[in-house]
């Protein structure tokens, strides 16, 4: 069965360094992963996506994530972290059989002045 | 372009009370409409989901039901709310564009039940 972890319940960085959300993930077959960032009190916002090709994907806000098969990781990176960064953030993988988005339980990013 | 609306944003019931949540999409047809909870801003419960009008496939046991009355509006309703349904609900849509399905969330009903 497809699952999700994210192994940080909360992340911690100084403003202007770069930052690192880690996600891996298991699927039978081809994975479709998903990132996702979530302010305080609002809906989840689509940051990326990985299909197929480069393994390194470009997204919003500057954000970056690096799809790797041999280590089943999508990390989410950004090279220089800012305050507002912090929020909420979520992995996701498609499940193959239906239309659903498999969650992780999401990492709490706190970026510090 | 699409949007979705979620009303209304905030919502204080008393136990036993019944509930309707109302999500709408626009600018977009036909597309699979989903309702999570998201309880203590941490992580996401999928409770209904739905790929056409009237099809509702239900992914947890509990006093809550869905309809979906129209291709673009899904209802999230309880006879009689209980305390433990307090939470954050969020709906979402996806259309089939090949092989992303990446789903688009409106901005949410905080629900306290008191």
């Known amino acids: 069965a497809q699952s999700v972890a994210q192994p940080e319940d909360q992340v911690n960085v100084a403003e202007g360094n770069p930052l690192t959300v880690k996600c891996t993930y298991s699927?039978?077959?081809?994975?479709?992963l998903f990132w996702y960032v979530q302010y305080p009190n609002r809906g989840l916002q689509f940051l990326l996506k990985?299909?197929?090709?480069d393994n390194l994907v470009k997204g919003s806000y500057g954000f970056e994530a690096e799809f790797n098969k041999s280590q089943t990781s999508f990390h989410l990176k950004k090279p220089s972290a800012l305050v507002s960064d912090s929020a909420l953030y979520f992995c996701?993988?498609?499940?193959?059989?239906?239309?659903?988005?498999?969650w992780g339980a999401g990492t709490k990013l706190i970026i510090k002045p | 372009s699409q949007t979705i609306h979620q009303w209304p944003a905030t919502l204080v019931q008393p136990v036993g009370s019944p509930l309707s949540l109302e999500c709408t999409v626009e600018?977009?047809?036909?597309?699979?409409l989903y309702w999570y909870r998201q309880a203590a801003g941490r992580g996401l419960q999928l409770l209904f989901y739905?790929?056409?009008?009237?099809?509702i496939s239900s992914e947890v046991p509990q006093n809550l039901s869905a309809s979906r009355p129209q291709d673009r509006q899904f209802i999230l309703s309880s006879k009689k709310l209980l305390l433990s349904d307090s939470g954050f609900y969020l709906c979402?849509?996806?259309?089939?564009?090949?092989?992303?399905?990446?789903?688009?969330f409106g901005p949410g009903t905080r629900l306290t039940v008191t």
């Open positions: 600018g977009t047809s036909n597309p699979n």
């Open positions: 979402a849509w996806t259309v089939d564009t090949g092989a992303a399905y990446e789903q688009y």
């Open positions: 739905s790929v056409g009008i009237g099809q």
């Open positions: 699927v039978s077959g081809n994975p479709y």
């Open positions: 996701a993988v498609r499940e193959n059989s239906n239309y659903q988005l498999i």
């Open positions: 990985y299909i197929t090709g």
